[in-house]
């Protein structure tokens, strides 16, 4: 009887054992002071690097995004915008919307044939695919509002990045090769990124590492003005595309009161319009916090169920009210009041799923991209930034400027097109996203930060397309609900629905077939493939004893590096 004891006892503390070496084995990268998450360890590097020169989290914010301009083109990018949602250390919070805007020459119908129909790729390849570029312009508005060092500092480790060369990887090479195609067919000319790409390759960018120069010695004027400016009008024109030097001269980022909300004795900081991955969030966390998710597996048939009927309403509120807040009136106190919420949920049954068609009617088709990028970063002196940036689709338009050697965005795609017809991501709109001269197309990205009791607690976004929204729900759920840590949130399988198309999107290899059966039975059509990613989620988590966790997606080549 003792010898089965002893065994029975050996049992259990070799099956403990085991269990909190698998916890440490995805335990993320640990740091004391300050930490940078972003898609490349080369970028995460060159932003920690300026904090040890004694820069804050904005001297690093800049580094960040003119390095992942250069080392991942798919997405990073002076030629796109994006979104930052910040929190310094005394508490306050504010948000810059440095969003790519139409055109001054844009209409309503410009990618609609003569009998009214979308006219296929031009809202997604090539010139007329292109917004007026924001990210130039947001970076030295945080230099202005918060910069520290000196701006030669924050850049030139991204001109010397561009001259000298960065090492391609498996992924990139694999992207890069992919995209040659279109490389050829947007361009008049034969740009540095094709080749037949391997991993350990070289790419070097003497044309964007000039172009840097100028943006070093000129300022916010050697990207919208002179040499650059005219280099992108004048190959824009030669391509037939519309945009001018007015429309550079005139674009402006603009500061934001971002959306603040509680969830369980959380504080939630997220991105306001024309990012609608804030009134969402808040609409989906909203939907549920009724339900006691500590009753509820992780991944379980309820959890998800739960889920994407809160964001099955929440995506069809989207698509009739949410654009750009400068330009249509939409009532956000509204879609994010309790009541609201209570009464959007009503029709939710545990006994089977609420077809989309009964929420709002259309029938939608559309695919996903996840070729955004996102990175967070907390500074020694206790600041936090949240940056969403993209070209929209992989290498955007897929437009090099001649001479400049960047890529520009294809953003014109997440304006509503046609109402009632899907984007690139399967999203549909209505006139509230409609294409008007000058205005900001509606998008999903949503950097957050999450605080509690006063403190800093977690810093948190994605890439993703309109996945973003629930990758960075499933994330904060995961912390908060399921006292994950954040590596170990972070690469968690994750699930989405988006209202249309009506299907469940899980990742493969992911989930449990008794779950996937019960989904199934209850009438949820469910869409697992191979090559399905959902999001690539960089965050921040402040560890109890105040230390950093940084939780790098594994599905990237994403890198977390602290001090």
Request: proline content about 4%.
């Amino acid at each position: 009887m003792r010898k089965i004891f002893l065994t029975l006892l050996a049992t259990i503390i070799f099956a403990s054992s085991c269990k909190q070496e698998s916890k440490i084995d995805i335990t993320g990268v640990i740091a004391e002071k300050a930490m940078v998450v972003s898609a490349r360890k080369e970028a995460s590097k060159i932003g920690l690097d300026i904090i040890k020169k004694g820069g804050n989290a904005y001297d690093a914010m800049i580094a960040t995004q003119l390095a992942l301009a250069v080392v991942y083109p798919v997405a990073g990018n002076i030629g796109g915008g994006g979104f930052m949602v910040y929190r310094n250390n005394d508490g306050s919070t504010g948000a810059l919307d440095f969003r790519e805007k139409a055109p001054i020459t844009a209409h309503k119908n410009m990618y609609l044939d003569s009998l009214g129909n979308v006219i296929k790729d031009k809202s997604t390849l090539g010139a007329h695919a292109v917004g007026v570029p924001g990210s130039v312009a947001g970076i030295f508005e945080v230099y202005k509002k918060f910069g520290t060092l000196p701006f030669k500092d924050l850049i030139q480790p991204s001109i010397d990045l561009a001259r000298n060369g960065i090492t391609i990887t498996k992924k990139q090479a694999s992207s890069l090769n992919s995209a040659t195609k279109k490389f050829k067919q947007a361009n008049n000319y034969q740009t540095v990124f094709e080749n037949d790409w391997l991993e350990g390759n070289i790419l070097k960018q003497e044309e964007l590492a000039k172009t840097l120069e100028r943006i070093r010695d000129f300022g916010k004027d050697g990207f919208y003005k002179g040499e650059t400016a005219n280099l992108l009008v004048n190959y824009i024109t030669e391509l037939g595309g519309i945009i001018s030097h007015k429309d550079l001269e005139e674009y402006k980022a603009i500061w934001r009161t971002p959306i603040t909300f509680q969830y369980k004795n959380h504080t939630i900081t997220s991105m306001t319009l024309p990012a609608s991955g804030g009134i969402c969030l808040a609409q989906i966390l909203g939907s549920i916090e009724p339900y006691n998710l500590k009753d509820i597996p992780h991944n379980s048939s309820k959890y998800i169920q739960l889920i994407t009927e809160a964001s099955r309403r929440s995506y069809a509120d989207r698509a009739h009210y949410l654009g750009d807040i400068d330009f249509v009136n939409v009532p956000i106190d509204s879609l994010t009041d309790q009541r609201y919420l209570n009464y959007r949920m009503a029709s939710f049954s545990w006994d089977k799923a609420t077809p989309s068609s009964e929420i709002s009617e259309g029938k939608i088709l559309g695919y996903e991209s996840d070729e955004t990028t996102h990175y967070s970063i907390v500074d020694t002196f206790g600041n936090a930034v949240s940056v969403t940036t993209t070209l929209n689709t992989g290498f955007g338009s897929k437009v090099v400027v001649k001479g400049a050697g960047f890529i520009l965005n294809n953003e014109m795609d997440d304006f509503s097109s046609k109402p009632g017809t899907p984007n690139v991501y399967g999203l549909v709109g209505s006139e509230a996203n409609a294409i008007a001269p000058e205005k900001r197309m509606l998008s999903s990205m949503t950097p957050t930060i999450v605080s509690k009791n006063g403190k800093l607690k977690m810093v948190v976004g994605t890439p993703g397309g309109s996945t973003i929204i629930t990758s960075v729900l499933q994330n904060i759920l995961n912390v908060i609900e399921y006292d994950m840590g954040m590596q170990e949130s972070v690469n968690q399988p994750r699930f989405h629905h988006q209202w249309l198309p009506d299907v469940i999107r899980m990742e493969p290899n992911g989930f449990d077939t008794d779950v996937k059966n019960k989904l199934t039975s209850l009438g949820y059509e469910l869409l697992e493939k191979n090559s399905l990613i959902i999001g690539r989620v960089d965050a921040i988590l402040v560890l109890p004893n105040g230390k950093l966790e940084g939780g790098a997606d594994p599905r990237g080549d994403d890198a977390a590096v602290g001090f």
